[in-house]
């Protein structure tokens, strides 16, 4: 899953950051089209650029706001797994299928029977 929301954020900061470019360059076109009289060039690339630079602030803003709000989003889910004898203490990663008080297999210390105590959310 992280994997897929980095490349996601690559791509879109990388399509943002190409039409910022195209669109100051269109705009230094237009520029050069108002000193060379040529006002109809002039108009187009100029209204042209100053959308195109629009759209790709408008994405970098969004695509900022939208990491902030996946930061905020991201959690470790761990399990707590106890000794019900010696309450021997093992944190782990959380995986599909468990459950509070789910037996997961024979203590290391003492051979007693290990459960899962907790499950809880941790922020990264």
Known sequence: MEKKVSSYIYVISLFS????VYSI???LSAFKSYKEGNMMNFYLQFFIG??????SLSSIS????????????????VS?????????????RFEVGDYVNKQ??????????????SIYAEKI
Do not use: A, S
Request: charged share 30%; net charge positive.
């Open 50 to 55: 100053l959308i195109g630079l629009g759209l």
């Open 104 to 117: 997961v297999g024979k203590c290391q210390q003492c051979d007693g029977t290990m459960f899962i105590d």
């Open 62 to 77: 969004r695509l900022k706001k939208r990491l902030d709000l996946l930061k905020e989003k991201m959690v470790k889910v």
């Open 17 to 20: 950051i190409l039409i910022l």
């Open 80 to 92: 707590v797994v106890v000794c019900d004898k010696c309450k021997f203490k093992i944190v782990r």
């Open 25 to 27: 360059w269109i705009l």
